[in-house]
């Protein structure tokens, strides 16, 4: 059974950055996909980066792409994501997931785990 536990999440200042971390167990994390997904209260949860198994592939949602940055370290089991400049619309719960197929998917059906999340909060 494959775990992912998110952490990294807090309060922040707009314009600040914090950097959140996946950790996966119970599977080696090189063989899939990993994507972060946000929800924010009352909205749907959207796709915010992926990353392909060999990392050669990344993709970003349109609102965080240039602010954002994926990344994964495969002998960690770990996968971080960089955020940067900061921005109120940020603000929501931050999820890790796994896709078994190993691409760098866009579409939250694609993956087959998911972790509990981690709440960021941007403040003015």
């Known amino acids: 059974q494959v775990q992912l536990v998110e952490s990294g999440g807090g309060s922040v200042q707009a314009g600040g950055s914090l950097k959140l971390t996946c950790a996966v167990s119970g599977s080696p994390l090189s063989t899939y996909g990993m994507g972060w997904f946000r929800q924010a209260p009352g909205k749907e949860r959207e796709f915010v980066a992926a990353i392909s198994w060999t990392g050669d592939n990344v993709l970003y949602g349109h609102s965080v792409e240039g602010r954002f940055t994926i990344s994964r370290d495969n002998a960690k089991n770990t996968v971080y994501l960089r955020m940067t400049s900061l921005q109120l619309e940020d603000t929501a719960v931050y999820y890790c997931?796994?896709?078994?197929?190993?691409?760098?998917?866009?579409?939250?059906?694609?993956?087959?785990?998911w972790g509990q999340g981690t709440q960021v909060t941007v403040s003015s």
């Open positions: 997931a796994a896709d078994g197929g190993g691409w760098a998917e866009n579409l939250a059906r694609a993956y087959d785990y």
